[in-house]
């Protein structure tokens, strides 16, 4: 018997290659506030959602903001993001994404998608993969946003499966510390040295094969 019944994805960074995409349009919108972001800051952003984002970029420039005028700047970057990934398509997938999706698939496993992107859908769609998920959890549906552990437990909701028995998969250390808290096995995409929580890390998702998990 398979030691898992459903594979959840994070989406950028794992299957979508977006994270140059949001950081463009952070600068942007921090060079408009004379904020200046280093190139090291995009790791800092990775898995955070739009709001928490916000808010450490205006630490960073020590800048404060009124709650309304949050909202004014989130909705700002969002539109530089929405305009940038309109133009994508399925050669703008991650190397091997949609083939571990279909090995997925094909070992007849639950395909979730966990991503803190409230993009995900039109994103999925224009890179053509849309058809290969079973469900996405929606990210303004749960309580917490990552680290904590809502997003993947309402992943592994949306397709019936219980968390010790789904596989998370995810760059950032937000979502790896949201995988290993809601009691499910954690792969990392990226360096062992960063994430340090996950069971077991593999450079890039074409190094991904679910069949060295079953
Ligand atoms: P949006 P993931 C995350 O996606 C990104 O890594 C993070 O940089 C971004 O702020 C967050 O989505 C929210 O995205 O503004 O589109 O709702 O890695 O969880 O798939
Ligand atoms: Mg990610």
């Known amino acids: ?92 997938l991650l190397p091997g994404a949609r083939r571990v999706l279909e090995e997925v698939r094909a070992a007849g496993l639950k395909v979730a998608l966990a991503s803190a992107s409230r993009n995900a859908p039109p994103l999925l769609r224009q890179l053509g993969i849309a058809p290969l998920i079973d469900a996405i959890a929606d990210p303004a549906a749960v309580k917490a946003p990552k680290p904590a552990p809502d997003l993947f437990l309402e992943a592994a909701r949306l397709v019936g499966a219980v968390p010790e028995r789904c596989l998370g998969i995810e760059d950032s250390v937000a979502g790896i510390i949201s995988i290993k808290d809601a009691g499910m096995v954690a792969v990392g995409i990226g360096d062992p040295t960063v994430l340090t929580r996950a069971d077991y890390v593999v450079p890039t998702t074409e190094q991904f094969h679910i069949g060295d998990f079953l």
């Open 1 to 92: 018997m398979p030691r898992f019944d459903a594979v959840l994805f994070d989406l950028d960074g794992v299957l979508a290659d977006t994270a140059h995409i949001h950081f463009a349009a952070w600068r942007r919108l921090g060079e408009e506030l004379g904020i200046h972001l280093e190139p090291a800051f995009e790791e800092k952003l990775k898995g955070v959602d739009r709001m928490g984002s916000l808010d450490l970029i205006l630490a960073q420039g020590g800048v404060q903001r009124t709650a309304e005028e949050k909202r004014v700047l989130a909705d700002r970057k969002n539109g530089y993001y929405t305009a940038a990934i309109a133009e994508q398509t399925p050669d703008d």
